[in-house]
């Protein structure tokens, strides 16, 4: 039987790995909307799509539903990620 101590150690080391994938996975979604907002610089679309907006974040609640995780919170986030593209998007625009 392990201590109290060591369970909250291991706990924690496990919840420092779940972070280190959350940072890189969020890197290489940057990554990939960085593309997206090159490509629609070059063809001069709009920074925002509000129609997918709506779609990923109607999509999102639905996994978070599934994963047992509050969809406003998950929504959020999602809104927040959202907002820091298109000011990407805007500023790869702007450089064109």
Do not use: W
């Amino acid at each position: 039987m392990t201590s109290p101590e060591e369970q909250l150690l291991r706990l924690r080391r496990s919840i420092d790995n779940v972070d280190a994938i959350l940072i890189h996975t969020l890197a290489e979604r940057f990554k990939l909307t960085q593309a997206v907002g090159e490509l629609k610089a070059a063809n001069a679309m709009p920074p925002s799509d509000p129609a997918r907006e709506a779609t990923q974040i109607a999509r999102l609640r639905r996994l978070a539903e599934e994963a047992d995780l509050d969809p406003e919170f998950a929504e959020k986030f999602l809104n927040f990620v959202i907002a820091e593209v298109i000011h990407h998007h805007e500023r790869i625009a702007s450089a064109e």
